[in-house]
């Protein structure tokens, strides 16, 4: 017995479709090419020196006190975070779901908290900690008389992380404890536990794989973050900004920044590795399915006063955080002068300030289509369609995730700085604002492909199956079904990589040449120079351009609304049928 | 109003089989084995089984979903095996209607014309045609998810319809409906096939509807057909128990044949003699089962078989027994209690039934 024959024609029916070849031929070559081939490039400079292949690189790199020292920084600091904003995280999750909030502003309050991190540029917190703690901090200084308050090191990095990435934690979260069903916590309190008892000895054993997944995505969010430690980390070096420092500053040692930058690729994707194939899992496992009915909000003065006013206080501290940032580009100079003034964006705008936002927008504007799209086709062989290169696709388009900016900016160093494998060939792809874009994309792949998965998963198979058999090839089938049904996810796709791509500095300060002047790093070059005023000017339009598109999409989601269009639609079939008759 | 332009096409399976892996075991086994059909031009066939007898994987072979690992298939004597789904001039009513939910009535039964790049009054015409047909007439504008169930199916239909497919597939399309929708519709579906005069292959479990709709019935069970037949020889004259069971309610009594003449043959059941027909070359001696549906067999004072009866329960049109005969449990329906002797639990009667309504195996 064999299914031989069924293979081939399968395989025959396959091979008819030039569109579906197509695509699997550009996202192999596209993903091998930009993700696998800088990797692997890292990987042999690290173990290639002049005397042939050992692992001395490494060896040299151990021993040097400023690697092992970052190396341990790293590892303390993702532990800090990891546990910090998961705390935070289940707090604000468990507020959420099981406490009746009476008033609506807080509740609002909540969600502005969990979606601004989100959107705003990495390092706006720690920008604005300094502004608020540091030496002449509003709060330290003006306000408390501390005059040498030193917010610069493991706290800074560590306040500044958890909250950028709590938000994280709480979302996911939030979708576990949403699915645990109300029945087994009643049948605990009809037994007799207390309301702490049901939590520790119900929900929280139910929730623990889901608390571990979090913990990891935060502290593999954190030993790759490269921005906040950059900026508010003073002496504290972690890895990703000691690997930077390897390569720009005086030494210049690329095969100990190879060797480097492998280790913390080890380290995130073996967390990686761990998170998403036995986390994900057991966390599935234990929570599978949804809520038989509605929860019973805990009403109790003595639950819902402490945990609202923690929830609440944290919240306003966010805020302030990004109410500082704005009035740090308006105060004349901050901890002497507070009278507002536009000296700094005029300043901004006298140095190059529109061209850096020309060149950041126009590139991001580059890159966010083809992500988008990239994504979107890629989600689509991954759920629909089967053949042999589905699993390199889908594993390596998810790995990109593992993947910390600075690595992936080394690794395109030593690929593409000579040419593909040190030839020449494509060598004048580097330092153009093309091999940028191509950041942008690789960067934001990841997350635009889960979303688009999910999204696909949840179409039944038999619509595009239809599709296919009424005579639509498989290009026209994702044309005319597949994409207008997951083009939620598709637009948020848009707008995620517009984001991400323009509010990105890790992998791009390694790549950018003075030809580009993008507004991150810009922002870090007038962090540096301690001319917050400009930095904030910047950072202040830029919020405000993320938030436009934000507002933009939510426009046009409600444009495509089916109410909306199918007004549209009514009007048109009418103008058409009129034609019609005419005719 | 003429909507079939296009004759009918006959489809022919030549030893197909079809091999899958075990999930767990990774074993392969036949989920279609060996299986040979011819359906004649605009006839109507179903395909009938229990789950995982391999009748979907056959009509998803037919449609191109799935590659057959033996054996050609044929369309309109054409063979197809290596066409992909969308060069087939078939179409399918899935079981879960499978409309696009971002387009409205008129724009998903448009659909498959508009990819044949059919002129723009030439779709209209058709399709305002074919919604008229499954009488859906002024709803081109709904959205499909403001349509209840019937019409969702309505749709469905007309999609695969306006395309004047050779044959037309459905995979249980009726299974998603309530009750009383399902017999209303299964009429429809017959009637516009009778209209048109299309090839239709119709999969499902419900072997009601099988009867209702089909010209011919193929049984399948675990891959291999089991009987195939009209409605009335598979239902009348089973060629195996499981036939006869899957096709509505049925007894089965074991016995010893005595003699056989003329097309019936006189059965000993219990030390009792009853006469059941039975086809030619039935050797006296040999053990049979005789197959009997509960409405065939009458109760009374008087007759053939000693029972006793085990439970008298009143159904309404009918009055429900549970009789026992030797070791054997018998069902029995008896139409028309209201002028009839009632037996209670406990009470001891007489089967008898006309051998014409039995059969043996």
Not at chain 1, 434 to 443: G, K, P
Not at chain 2, 44 to 66: D, H, Q, V, Y
Not at chain 2, 280 to 306: H, N
């Amino acid at each position: 017995m064999a299914t031989a024959n069924s293979k081939r024609l399968d395989r025959k029916k396959f091979f008819a479709d030039p569109t579906l070849i197509g695509a699997i031929v550009i996202l192999v070559i596209f993903l091998s090419l930009f993700i696998l081939y800088p990797l692997a490039m890292l990987l042999v400079d690290a173990v290639s020196g002049s005397d042939g292949v050992n692992l001395s690189a490494f060896g040299r790199v151990w021993n040097l006190y400023t690697f092992r020292n970052a190396f341990t920084n790293t590892i303390v600091l993702g532990l800090i975070v990891g546990f910090g904003s998961v705390l935070l995280g289940l707090l604000f999750a468990y507020v959420d779901v099981y406490v009746r909030l009476r008033s609506r502003m807080v509740r609002g309050l909540f969600k502005v908290v969990s979606m601004l991190p989100v959107v705003s540029p990495p390092f706006v917190l720690s920008l604005s900690m300094i502004l608020l703690f540091g030496r002449s901090g509003l709060v330290t200084r003006t306000l408390l008389g501390i005059r040498n308050n030193n917010i610069y090191g493991l706290h800074g990095i560590a306040i500044v992380q958890i909250l950028t990435f709590f938000p994280v934690c709480y979302m996911m979260l939030t979708g576990l404890l949403k699915n645990i069903d109300p029945s087994l916590e009643e049948a605990s309190r009809d037994m007799g536990a207390g309301r702490f008892k049901v939590f520790t000895s119900v929900t929280l054993p139910l929730l623990l794989p889901g608390l571990g997944n979090a913990f990891l995505v935060t502290f593999i969010e954190s030993v790759a973050d490269f921005a906040n430690p950059m900026m508010i980390g003073g002496n504290y070096d972690t890895l990703a900004t000691t690997i930077y420092l390897q390569v720009t500053g005086g030494t210049y040692d690329m095969p100990g920044a190879s060797a480097m930058a492998v280790i913390l690729l080890m380290l995130t994707l073996v967390l990686f590795l761990i998170q998403k194939y036995y986390l994900e899992k057991k966390t599935a496992q234990t929570l599978t399915g949804k809520a038989s009915r509605a929860r019973m909000l805990i009403e109790d003065k003595s639950v819902r006063y402490p945990l609202s006013t923690l929830c609440s206080l944290v919240s306003i501290f966010v805020v302030l955080l990004y109410v500082a940032v704005p009035f740090g580009a308006l105060f004349k100079l901050w901890g002497r002068n507070y009278t507002l003034v536009t000296d700094h964006f005029v300043n901004m705008w006298k140095m190059d300030g529109l061209q850096a936002y020309k060149d950041s927008i126009l590139l991001s504007l580059i890159a966010t289509p083809i992500t988008a799209l990239l994504s979107m086709i890629i989600s689509y062989l991954v759920v629909k369609k089967k053949f042999k290169l589905k699993g390199f696709i889908e594993f390596v388009s998810i790995l990109a995730m593992a993947v910390p900016g600075t690595v992936l900016g080394i690794g395109y160093i030593r690929g593409y700085s000579a040419g593909l494998f040190h030839s020449g060939v494509m060598q004048g792809l580097y330092g153009t604002g093309t091999i940028l874009v191509i950041v942008f994309i690789v960067r934001s792949l990841p997350t635009g492909t889960r979303s688009g998965i999910s999204a696909l998963r949840q179409i039944d198979k038999s619509i595009e199956e239809s599709a296919y058999d009424m005579g639509a090839g498989s290009g026209k089938v994702f044309t005319s079904v597949t994409l207008p049904l997951i083009k939620d996810s598709f637009l948020s796709g848009l707008v995620t990589t517009f984001v991400r791509s323009i509010t990105a500095i890790s992998a791009i300060i390694l790549l950018v040449t003075p030809k580009y002047l993008l507004i991150t790093v810009r922002i870090n070059e007038f962090a540096e120079k301690g001319e917050n005023g400009i930095a904030c000017a910047y950072a202040t339009v830029l919020i405000i351009i993320t938030y436009g598109v934000i507002l933009l999409l939510n426009g046009i989601l409600r444009y495509f609304d089916s109410d909306h269009k199918q007004k549209r639609l009514a009007r048109k079939f009418e103008r058409e049928t009129k034609a019609l008759y005419k005719a | 109003m003429s909507q079939s332009v296009k004759a009918p096409k006959g489809v022919r399976l030549e030893h197909i089989s079809k091999i899958y892996k075990d999930p767990k075991t990774h074993a392969d086994f036949y989920a279609v084995k060996d299986c040979n059909l011819d359906i004649a031009p605009g006839s109507f066939i179903t395909l009938l089984g229990p789950s995982g007898c391999g009748k979907t994987t056959t009509l998803r072979m037919i449609a191109g979903f799935e590659s057959p690992d033996e054996g050609e298939i044929y369309l309109a004597d054409q063979p197809i095996n290596e066409l992909t789904p969308n060069k087939r001039d078939t179409a399918m009513v899935f079981q879960s209607y499978a409309l696009f939910p971002h387009m409205n009535v008129y724009d998903n039964v448009a659909y498959g014309l508009k990819l044949r790049g059919v002129p723009k009054n030439v779709i209209r015409e058709k399709v305002m045609n074919i919604l008229s047909l499954v009488k859906l007439d002024g709803m081109e504008l709904r959205m499909t998810n403001q349509l209840s169930g019937g019409q969702q199916q309505r749709v469905a239909l007309a999609r695969a319809l306006v395309v004047e497919p050779g044959v037309l597939l459905f995979d249980e399309p009726l299974s998603n409906l309530d009750a009383k929708l399902r017999v209303e519709m299964r009429t429809e579906i017959r009637r516009i096939q009778q209209k048109i005069g299309i090839t239709a292959i119709y999969v499902t479990h419900d072997q009601s509807e099988a009867m209702s709709l089909s010209d011919q019935i193929i049984l399948m069970k675990g891959g291999v057909i089991a009987q195939m037949g009209t409605p009335e020889e598979i239902y009348y004259h089973p060629n195996s128990e499981f036939v006869a069971d899957f096709i509505g309610e049925c007894n089965f009594l074991k016995g010893s044949v005595i003699s056989c003449e003329d097309g019936i043959a006189a059965v000993n059941v219990n030390g009792h003699t009853v006469r059941v027909s039975a086809s030619e070359g039935v050797k006296a001696g040999t053990e049979g089962t005789i197959v009997l549906r509960p409405e065939a067999i009458c109760i009374s004072d008087k007759g053939d078989l000693p029972c006793t009866v085990e439970l008298s329960c009143f159904m309404g049109s009918y009055q429900n027994y549970h009789v026992r005969v030797g070791d054997t449990l018998v069902r029995i329906a008896d139409n028309c209690p209201a002028n009839k002797k009632v037996f209670s639990v406990g009470d001891t009667a007489y089967l008898s039934f006309d051998p014409i309504c039995s059969h043996l195996l």
